[in-house]
């Protein structure tokens, strides 16, 4: 079955970019059926969407982190990727990667993030100098 | 965009039943019937439990199940299980291929 991992540096300074990397295993980042996200979980705090991209590049990002994100893909690698700028202590969480769902209705128009699954384990970035 | 609101705390004893609330608005959770809902374990990957609104993934226990009313989405879990103590969230489509997460709910099995 299909599963994802976080990978990348776990601890960051203020003011400098996040870079993540989530590798997809099981199942290709190119089969088409679905969308590839970022989800993250600041500490005592519920989980925030950051975005997601398709295997061609189109991407879908929160309009609050919108300005600081960039989420690429690399289908030869069959990993997709997360950079955060500018971070602060606020943006210490804990980053998931999921596979997203995405619906299409009978007019054509679509829906992602319809769910959200499987999920990687998670991987806890703390921003501080 | 505000996040969903859910409980932060349910509890139950084995066997009972017990329902975690998700309220939204008329943009989200009472706009389209995208509601899922996760389970995660302590130190563990969330876990897919019901999707659009009602619907079980292969492999969940029909003891979970999801409703929807207006703005607010539900899940129930009959015949607790000391398993099925862990964190459950909310989350739902809310429109622009946006999504909104609740805040999440503790449950404890007494």
């Known amino acids: 079955q299909v599963q994802l991992q976080e990978s990348g540096p776990r601890l960051v300074k203020p003011s400098q970019t996040l870079s993540l990397t989530c590798t997809v295993s099981?199942?290709?980042?190119?089969?088409?059926?679905?969308?590839w996200s970022w989800i993250r979980q600041p500490p005592g705090k519920g989980l925030e969407w950051i975005g997601y991209?398709?295997?061609?590049?189109?991407?879908f990002y929160n309009p609050s982190l919108k300005s600081r994100v960039t989420i690429s893909v690399d289908t030869s690698k069959n990993q997709f990727s997360l950079k955060l700028s500018s971070v602060t202590a606020a943006d210490t969480a804990v980053y998931y990667c999921?596979?997203?769902?995405?619906?299409?209705?009978?007019?054509?128009?679509?829906?992602?993030?319809?769910?959200?699954?499987?999920w990687g384990q998670g991987t806890l970035v703390t921003v501080s100098s | 965009q505000s996040a969903l609101t859910q409980p932060p705390s349910a509890s139950g004893s084995p066997g009972q039943s017990v329902t975690i609330s998700c309220t939204g608005t008329s943009s989200d959770v009472g706009g389209y019937n995208y509601v899922s809902w996760y389970q995660r374990h302590p130190g563990k990957a969330p876990k897919l439990m019901i999707y659009e609104v009602n619907r079980r993934p292969s492999g969940v226990p029909d003891r979970f199940s999801g409703s929807k009313s207006g703005n607010t989405a539900s899940l129930t879990v009959s015949g607790l299980q000391a398993e099925d103590e862990a964190d459950y969230y909310c989350s739902s489509y809310a429109g622009s291929n946006s999504v909104l997460f609740g805040g999440g709910t503790k449950l404890t099995v007494l």
């Open positions: 991209i398709y295997y061609s590049g189109t991407t």
């Open positions: 099981g199942g290709s980042i190119s089969s088409g059926d679905y969308y």
């Open positions: 999921a596979r997203a769902g995405v619906y299409y209705d009978s007019s054509g128009y679509y829906y992602v993030g319809v769910w959200f699954d499987p």
